[in-house]
């Protein structure tokens, strides 16, 4: 294949997954839209839930994509195999989801002790509770999505991701205002909108892909799910290590003022969708790199990566370009008070630097689950993050008065080294891969 052929590929492959990542992000983003013309302290409730449940959610995303590889992996005469792994990840995420929610419940008595305004914390007790119950059918749809994207049909969770997301908006504008004869819910109904919209994604894949999972049986096999504990825990924590400093970042952000947590929750809510892209191109690099490795053709495997690295860097240099000149409109759909509004102006410009880097780190990190390398990625987030980005965050923010800005700035210098120890963990590996 020629490197023009990897371009069309990664393409084809991609586009249909970044849309179905998209679908995730875009809850989150009608949410924040429509609860943003409620006021500043609904959607910093919104925020400061948000920032708790997109923890848990991204772990379980992470744990998730296991399955992707190894079905990729395997020969596609081997159907028994591939319902093999798709019977034990609907064990293992469905389990997993109800313990995340169990959690969720316990954790939100002590809401207060996170430092926010008391009007906030009050406003974001019973919406977390209802967004981190849709943690249940969002794992089943989104094991059934990966088990699919596997087998390289992007198209069904595509579709599903759309028409889930119009019913999204559409129940929003119901539940939270009050049309159609609902009662006005405010924040709660952003929540409930949430919760249908995902179970209604379950029905809708199961229906669409019927028959990949013909002939699945209840036999499960601890080998199996220990496998798919393997890869999926450290993919799992690379996204909890990262969100996890995005969402401190948040509660930090909460000490300044309310007005400061929701501009932090405007900005990172339009950084999301072009990470949630980038994602999507790094699903869709893990799924030809597996291919690539399940072919033992290393030429190709490592065009793959590197032709995957080059489109989301084009991508994101031009979403970088989208959000400095379009900013003030974008910013304006979210909010009117005029603080808000100013605050993230400054946080956007700051965004846009490190889109490149955004993007770069998250198909690396595709890349590295394609080769099933997922221990080493997991401790460099937890590096880059923790051990350098939060601190630095505080510093710059705290004692170096930079307020929410030096927060970003910490957390753009984090997003940068992990690009680049992604991308130079991925060339060391591909020179030592002998078949």
């Not at 947590?261 to 999301?272: F, G, P």
């Not at 099933?372 to 993050?385: E, G, L, N, Q, R």
């Not at 980005?389 to 930079?402: C, N, Q, T, V």
Request: with cysteine; proline share 3%.
């Amino acid at each position: 294949m020629t490197i023009k052929d990897h371009f069309r590929k990664n393409i084809v492959l991609a586009v249909p997954v970044i849309i179905g990542q998209l679908g995730h992000i875009m809850v989150s983003v009608a949410d924040t839209v429509m609860v943003g013309k409620l006021g500043v302290i609904p959607l910093a409730g919104a925020t400061f839930a948000t920032a708790i449940y997109h923890v848990f959610m991204l772990f379980g995303l992470g744990v998730s994509y296991a399955i992707t590889p190894l079905v990729a992996a395997t020969q596609p005469a081997d159907k028994k195999g591939r319902l093999v792994f798709l019977q034990n990840s609907i064990l293992l995420n469905t389990l997993l989801a109800l313990i995340m929610y169990l959690i969720t419940l316990i954790l939100t008595p002590y809401l207060s002790f996170f430092g926010q305004e008391p009007a906030v914390t009050w406003s974001a007790t019973f919406y977390l509770k209802i967004i981190s119950m849709s943690l249940i059918p969002l794992m089943i749809f989104q094991t059934v999505r990966q088990f699919s994207e596997g087998q390289s049909n992007t198209l069904s969770p595509m579709i599903v991701s759309v028409l889930a997301n119009l019913l999204n908006v559409l129940l929003n504008y119901a539940f939270i205002y009050g049309h159609f004869g609902f009662s006005e819910m405010g924040l709660n109904g952003a929540g409930y909108a949430t919760l249908v919209s995902r179970c209604v994604m379950v029905i809708l894949m199961m229906v669409l892909t019927r028959d990949m999972w013909r002939g699945i049986s209840a036999h499960f096999d601890l080998k199996v799910i220990k496998r798919l504990l393997k890869i999926g825990v450290p993919s799992g924590l690379q996204y909890v290590f990262e969100i996890g400093a995005f969402s401190m970042a948040g509660v930090m952000a909460g000490w300044i003022s309310a007005a400061t947590l929701a501009a932090h929750q405007i900005a990172l809510n339009m950084v999301a969708v072009t990470y949630m892209a980038a994602s999507g191109l790094g699903a869709a690099a893990a799924v030809r790199i597996a291919n690539q490795m399940g072919k033992k053709d290393l030429k190709n495997l490592k065009l793959a990566g590197f032709s995957c690295l080059a489109l989301v860097a084009v991508f994101m240099f031009l979403a970088a370009i989208f959000i400095i000149t379009a900013r003030h409109w974008l910013i304006q759909l979210y909010i009117e008070d005029e603080a808000v509004q100013k605050i993230s102006l400054g946080l956007l410009l700051i965004a846009a630097g490190f889109q490149i880097s955004d993007g770069l780190q998250a198909v690396g990190l595709g890349i590295l689950r394609g080769l099933t390398d997922v221990k080493v990625p997991a401790f460099v987030t937890f590096f880059v993050y923790w051990i350098c980005a939060i601190p630095g965050s505080y510093l710059l923010a705290f004692h170096f008065e930079m307020g929410l800005s030096g927060i970003w700035y910490a957390l753009s210098g984090a997003l940068t080294l992990a690009a680049l120890l992604h991308i130079f963990r991925f060339i060391y590996l591909a020179n030592r891969i002998q078949f």
